[in-house]
C-alpha cells in the first residue's frame, strides 16, 4: 500500500471543473458528459472529493460516491511531474475504504486500460448523461493482495469477550448442556440475550445430509444435534418459542428433509407447542432495508428472522475448502433466501457474506467444537475430535479465535478478513479477551485441503494470483475428471486428448497472449474482461453449478455430475438472468 500519498478533504472549485473538463477535451472525450456529472456531484451528499497530496504536491483528485463505494473519476494534476500517481491513489483510496468499484464513460479507453491493469474488472454497463456507461468492480483477488498487511481504518475500537469452554470427552448430553450454560454465563448470562417471554430462532448449520453414515452421525459437517437439543431445553426455560432455522444451500428443496434426516423431530418433542422447525428457504420474505451500510441498500430477508427478538448463530468448527474456515460469518449464508445465495456467487461471495451481517444481527455465537471437520469441508472432510464450545457476540472476533483453535491466521479466510476490513470486529488477539483455557491450550493444527488445479494432458489451467475461491471450486469440478475415461480407461478423462488445446484461466493476472486458435475459458469476475475471447463463466467464485457445467461441455460424452437439483438451479439461473437484465436497463 501507498504510505506516501495522502488525502485531504478537497472541494469542488469551478479551477477543479475547469482541468477536469480540459482532460476530456484534451482527450477527445465528450465533455458534456462530465459537466452533466459535475452537476450531479453538486447534489449528491454522499460525494467526497479527495484531494490527494504527496510531499505536500498536489498529485491529483479522485471523486468517490460513498454510498455506492464507486469512484466516479480520478484524474491526475495537470502540473504534475512525477510517474502516474493513480495506482498510489487508489491504494490509499482501498486502505481506507476497503469496498471499492469505479464508473466511467465506455469511450474513456485510456482510462479503462489504466483501471483494468489496477485490478478493476467490467461487471455491468448502463446509460446515463446521454453517455454508455462501464462500471467496474475491483478483483476481490486484488483487493485482499493489495490489503494483506493493512489494518482497517478506522481499527474497531471495543474489545470483544470469546468464551472458551472444554467438554469431557466422554460428551454426555448432561457435560454437553452444562457446557452451553456455562459459556453463556460466560458471557454475560442468559438474560443479556433472552428477557423471559421473548422468541428465539436457532441457526445451525445443516449444509447437507452427509453427517450422517449408517444413521450415525460422523460429526464435523452438521452441527451436533445434542447441541441443538440441549441449547432448546435451556432456551424453553425463559422463552416463549424456540424456532430452529435453516436454508440448506446445496439442495435448496430439502431442508425438510434433512431436518427429518437428522431427527430434528426429538427436538421438536421437547416442547411441540413452543419449537418450530422452520425451511427458511421456503419461508415468507420481507424487505429489510440497510441504513448506513455501503453499496447494500435493502434486501429480502426471511420473516421468522425479522420477527424474532434473538438470534443464536451455531455453525461448525470446520475447513471450507473456498472459504478456508466456515464459521459464523459463513454459517448465515444458510439464512438467505434461495435467490440470494444464487445471487451471492455472481456479485461477489465474500463480500455478500459479510452484507449478510448488515442484515442478520445473532446476538449469540456457539460454535460448536465437540468435533470440528479438517481437508475437505465442508462436508468432505475429517472428523477430529476437539471437545469444545466456543462462545461469543461479535462474528470477527468468534471467528478468528476459532481460526487459532485450528491452527490457522485469521486473515486467511477472505470473508473473515472482509469482515475485520470493514469493522465489524476484531481480528487482533490482543483485542480480545478469551474466558476459558487459552487457545494455545486447546489448539489443534488442522489438515489443510489439498488443492489442486493442475491441467492434463491438452488442458492447461493458468492460476496465477487467483484466490481461494476460484481455485478451490475448480478443484472441486477437475476431481470429477481425474477417473478412467470411459472412451480409453487406460487414461484419465483429464488427459483426455482435445482436438484443439484447452486452456482454463483463472485469477487477476492479465494474460499476455490468448490464442484464438485454441479453446479458451475465462473463470470469474477476474477475467470477465476476456470473456468476448472464449467461454466466459461468471461469478466470484462461479457457482459450483456454472463451474460444472462450462467445463463438462468439453466431454459431451460423459454425463454431467450433480451438484444440486437441476431443476431448481435453473429456476435460479433464470431469474438471475432477468435480474441482471434489469440492471443493463
Ligand atoms: S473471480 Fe475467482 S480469483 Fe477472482 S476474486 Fe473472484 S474468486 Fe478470486
Given at each position: 500500500m501507498s504510505a506516501d500519498i495522502s488525502f485531504q478533504r478537497g472541494r469542488r472549485t469551478p479551477t477543479l471543473f475547469k482541468l477536469l473538463k480540459e482532460r476530456y477535451t484534451k482527450q477527445g472525450l465528450d465533455e458534456r458528459y462530465i459537466v452533466s456529472k459535475w452537476d450531479e456531484w453538486g447534489k449528491n451528499r454522499s460525494l467526497s472529493t479527495f484531494r490527494a497530496v504527496k510531499d505536500d504536491l498536489i498529485v491529483g483528485w479522485i471523486f468517490y460516491d460513498r454510498k455506492t463505494s464507486t469512484i466516479e473519476e480520478i484524474f491526475v494534476n495537470t502540473g504534475w511531474e512525477g510517474k502516474d500517481p493513480r495506482g498510489a491513489m487508489i491504494d490509499a483510496l482501498i486502505s481506507r475504504e476497503s469496498l471499492v468499484a469505479a464508473s466511467l464513460p465506455k469511450t474513456d479507453a485510456e482510462k479503462y486500460q489504466f483501471l483494468l491493469g489496477y485490478g478493476f474488472r467490467p461487471a455491468s454497463s448502463s446509460r446515463s448523461h446521454g453517455s454508455d456507461l462501464i462500471k467496474m468492480e475491483l478483483s476481490t483477488a486484488v483487493l485482499l493482495d493489495k490489503t494483506r498487511s493493512a489494518a482497517p481504518l478506522p481499527s474497531y475500537r471495543k474489545r470483544e469477550r470469546v468464551a472458551i469452554e472444554k467438554i469431557p470427552p466422554a460428551q454426555s448430553y448432561e457435560e454437553i448442556k452444562q457446557g452451553i450454560l456455562n459459556v453463556i454465563e460466560k458471557l454475560g448470562g442468559m438474560r443479556r440475550f433472552v428477557k423471559p417471554g421473548q422468541t428465539v430462532a436457532i441457526k445451525p448449520n445443516i449444509v447437507s445430509d452427509h453427517g450422517l453414515k449408517d444413521g450415525k452421525a460422523i460429526g464435523g459437517i452438521v452441527t451436533d444435534i445434542r447441541v441443538i437439543k440441549a441449547l432448546t431445553e435451556i432456551l424453553l426455560g425463559i422463552a416463549s418459542h424456540v424456532y430452529i432455522t435453516e436454508g440448506s444451500s446445496i439442495n435448496r428443496s430439502a431442508t425438510g428433509k434433512m431436518f427429518a434426516h437428522y431427527g430434528y423431530d426429538e427436538v421438536v418433542g421437547l416442547d411441540p407447542k413452543r419449537v418450530t422447525l422452520v425451511d427458511l428457504n421456503n419461508d415468507r420474505l420481507v424487505e429489510k432495508r440497510v441504513p448506513g451500510s455501503k453499496r447494500l441498500f435493502s434486501r429480502k430477508v426471511p420473516a421468522t428472522l425479522e420477527m424474532v427478538d434473538t438470534i443464536i448463530n451455531v455453525p461448525v468448527l470446520k475447513i471450507h475448502f473456498a472459504a478456508i474456515a466456515s464459521l459464523s460469518i459463513k454459517n448465515l449464508q444458510g439464512a438467505m433466501p434461495p435467490i440470494e445465495k444464487y445471487m451471492s456467487h455472481f456479485f461477489g461471495l465474500w463480500q455478500n457474506l459479510v452484507n449478510i451481517h448488515h442484515l442478520i444481527k445473532p446476538k449469540l455465537i456457539l460454535i460448536d467444537g465437540l468435533t470440528g471437520l479438517e481437508d475437505f469441508g465442508p462436508v468432505s472432510g475429517i472428523p477430529r475430535k476437539m471437545d469444545l464450545l466456543i462462545g461469543g457476540t461479535n462474528p470477527v472476533a468468534v471467528d478468528a479465535v476459532a481460526m487459532r483453535i485450528m491452527g490457522l491466521d485469521p486473515r486467511v479466510s477472505p470473508p473473515v478478513f472482509l469482515a475485520w476490513m470493514q469493522g465489524f470486529g476484531p481480528l487482533e488477539a490482543d483485542k480480545i479477551d478469551i474466558i476459558g483455557p487459552s487457545v494455545e491450550d486447546v489448539a489443534q493444527k488442522f489438515v489443510q485441503p489439498a488443492i489442486d488445479v493442475k491441467g492434463g494432458t491438452s488442458l492447461t489451467i493458468h492460476s496465477d494470483e487467483a484466490c481461494p475461491g476460484c481455485k478451490g471450486y475448480l478443484h472441486f469440478v477437475l476431481s470429477k475428471l481425474r477417473r478412467p475415461d470411459p472412451a480409453d480407461p487406460t487414461r484419465l478423462l483429464i488427459d483426455r486428448p482435445f482436438e484443439k488445446p484447452v486452456n482454463i484461466f483463472l485469477g487477476p493476472s492479465n494474460i499476455k497472449e490468448v490464442k484464438a486458435d485454441e479453446v479458451n475459458i475465462f473463470l470469474g469476475l477476474c477475467q470477465q474482461h476476456n470473456a468476448d475471447k472464449g467461454t466466459h463463466l461468471p461469478?466470484?467464485?462461479?457457482h459450483a453449478e456454472v463451474l460444472t457445467s462450462g467445463i463438462f461441455s468439453l466431454f459431451p460424452d460423459i454425463e454431467r455430475p450433480k451438484y444440486a437439483d437441476e431443476t431448481e438451479e435453473s429456476k435460479l439461473k433464470k431469474m438471475l438472468e432477468e435480474i441482471l437484465e434489469n440492471r443493463k436497463a
Open positions: 461469478g466470484c467464485p462461479p
